[in-house]
């Protein structure tokens, strides 16, 4: 691909970041909304740790810190660090991921299903529940740069991650770290989209290992009732979006 398509390709891809993207791959049609567990509020975290004022906020909103629910998974939250395609941390110390309790059931239960397959895989998370507080923040950094459509404007009807029923996750391999997905998280570009793996693996632009690799992630969340997106390999939510801007408030 090449000249103005690609171009397109490009536009559509950066305008669609990180959940926005209304063509959902439907995995689920299974579950029934109404048969949704709630499981019980999050306890206190663990005492010894100090406890950012964000995290407080999450808890008081019925949030779970995923670790209670699954120490295995493995965290890597980008935007509490500057290693991300803001180049800043936005999160300051709160560095855990926290999601709606029906949400981190639905992850520790992806990760007993990729585990069960693949028992040297483990789920590792980038980013989870993001506050409607830091999206501003976000947009505030990229506002009339060449990065603006990389976020969407926080006054809208919320990323699901303002919910806390998203989550950007790859794979992390127990001997050799990081699994190869093709493009780096947070790589807004047509190489990331599922929706062209096809073309980029008969193209080569794609290896046979990265596509199994995505593949393998998809099953692992579908088999938890997450659905992913066309457009970035690592973005899914843990319900339809209806059902969780019925169930779940966004978090300010
Ligand atoms: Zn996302």
Not at 69 to 82: A, E, G, N
Not at 171 to 193: C, I, K, S
């Amino acid at each position: 691909m090449k000249g103005s398509f690609l171009s397109f390709l490009i536009t559509a891809g950066l305008l669609l970041a990180c959940g926005s993207d209304p063509t959902e791959q439907s995995a689920t049609a299974a579950t029934p909304a109404d048969s949704i567990a709630q499981p019980a509020p999050s306890p206190p975290p663990p005492a010894g740790r100090d406890t950012s004022d964000l995290e407080r906020q999450l808890i008081a909103q019925g949030l779970v810190d995923i670790h209670q629910l699954d120490t295995s998974i493995r965290l890597d939250m980008r935007y509490s660090t500057p290693n991300n395609f803001l180049k800043e941390d936005v999160y300051g110390d709160f560095d855990r991921c926290y999601l709606q309790p029906a949400v981190a059931e639905r992850l520790a239960q992806a990760q007993a299903y990729l585990e069960a397959e693949h028992p040297d895989l483990r789920l590792i998370v980038f980013d989870c529940v993001r506050p409607r507080s830091v999206q501003y923040q976000m947009w505030d950094i990229v506002k009339g740069t060449d990065q603006q459509d990389y976020v969407a404007p926080p006054g809208g009807t919320g990323s699901m991650h303002n919910y806390g029923a998203a989550v950007d996750l790859g794979l992390w391999q127990l001997d050799t770290g990081l699994v190869d997905m093709g493009t780096p998280f947070d790589f807004f570009g047509p190489l990331a989209q599922p929706r062209y793996e096809t073309d980029f693996l008969r193209s080569g632009e794609l290896t046979a290992a990265q596509v199994q690799h995505r593949h393998i992630l998809r099953l692992s969340m579908k088999a938890a009732g997450f659905h992913g997106i066309l457009s970035e390999w690592w973005h899914f939510v843990g319900f339809p979006r209806d059902t969780v801007k019925r169930r779940f408030q966004i978090v300010e």
